[in-house]
């Protein structure tokens, strides 16, 4: 199977003229995003929390958290984002994804917008 890419704008809510912007890995596999800590901390996010996530290798671990907005494909949605480290690879979840109703299609490997965002 390929790997899908979109380019995601990150912003602060509270602070919407900081953002940044990033080619993210979409990962349908993935519940939240993942952006490298020291892109949140440039505009002005800071951890609100933790949660533990479960890594492909069935290894847990326990990272920071925040909220904030992201835009992609001409849509805008709150959504929680996990402090990577420093040199990750951004990744775009599939609870963002699922959030304006756009889907990988399996064949070709690309995003492909819904006729409606699902609500069952």
């Given at each position: 199977m390929g790997v899908t890419h979109v380019t995601v704008t990150?912003?602060?809510?509270?602070?919407?003229?900081k953002t940044w912007d990033g080619l993210f890995l979409v990962d349908t596999g993935s519940?939240?995003?993942?952006?490298?800590?020291?892109h949140l901390k440039a505009i002005g996010l800071q951890p609100r929390g933790k949660r533990s996530y479960e890594l492909a290798?069935?290894?847990?671990?326990?990272?920071?958290?925040?909220t904030a907005?992201?835009?992609?494909?001409?849509?805008?949605?709150g959504s929680t984002i996990i402090f990577g480290?420093?040199?990750?690879?951004?990744?775009?979840?599939?609870?963002a994804l699922e959030s304006v109703g756009i889907e990988v299609d399996p064949q070709s490997?690309?995003?492909?917008?819904?006729?409606?965002v699902r609500l069952k």
């Open positions: 990150v912003r602060n809510s509270a602070q919407p003229e519940v939240d995003c993942l952006v490298p800590g020291k290798d069935g290894t847990e671990i326990t990272l920071d958290i925040t907005e992201i835009e992609f494909m001409g849509d805008i949605v480290p420093d040199d990750a690879e951004p990744i775009l979840g599939v609870t490997q690309r995003l492909k917008r819904l006729p409606a």
